[in-house]
């Protein structure tokens, strides 16, 4: 399931994301913010018609996360990632504040549209920057809705994430040490597929 609060040129999407290291196979979950731009699509039809609306490229994304083995709520493995190359993330941003108090974190990111994280500000127009700001809390209870703390097994992180299983099923295929999964928390992603 994904949440997604549009408006005239950018969308943010929250939703729960399940994810596996590809390096020592531990497995992160959590709350997944990703700031989306709306690409300008021709108008089809009459006036009345329903228009395509296509949020595409990824500008920023916030990672609320806590592994799977670490006390619910901790948030070790939050971050977040500043920008993108086409839709390629760039490596993990890490921020104390984020760890430590993740929601205010994310209203911050949301008020002053990306400028409190140090990075620069979002390239997002005027008038989206200040709706934005208006909307922090709003976006902030809908990524609550995906908390780590409300996901505590694999059948309830799958049926949050089966949208992605092709995803997971990639992590899954590209484990360094695959020795080290947890078979039962990927066993839902693995059947799916």
Do not use: K, N
């Amino acid at each position: 399931m994904q949440q997604i609060l549009a408006l005239s040129r950018c969308a943010v999407i929250t939703r729960h994301w399940f994810e596996i290291d590809l390096d020592d196979s531990s497995m992160e979950h959590g709350a997944r913010i990703e700031l989306r731009e709306l690409v300008p699509q021709h108008h089809r039809g009459s006036e009345s018609a329903a228009q395509v609306v296509t949020a595409d490229r990824p500008l920023w994304r916030a990672d609320l996360f806590d592994r799977i083995t670490d006390r619910p709520g901790s948030y070790g493995v939050a971050h977040f990632h500043p920008g993108f190359s086409g839709s390629e993330p760039c490596p993990r941003a890490w921020d104390a504040v984020l760890t430590a108090r993740p929601w205010d974190w994310l209203r911050d990111q949301l008020a002053t549209a990306g400028a409190a994280s140090g990075h620069g500000a979002w390239p997002v127009d005027r008038e989206d920057a200040a709706e934005l700001s208006g909307l922090a809390d709003v976006v902030v209870a809908m990524a609550r809705q995906f908390e780590p703390e409300r996901c505590g097994s694999a059948a309830g992180c799958f049926a949050l994430t089966r949208d992605v299983r092709e995803s997971v099923q990639l992590m899954l295929a590209s484990l360094r040490r695959p020795d080290l999964l947890d078979e039962d928390r990927a066993a839902p992603w693995r059947q799916a597929g």
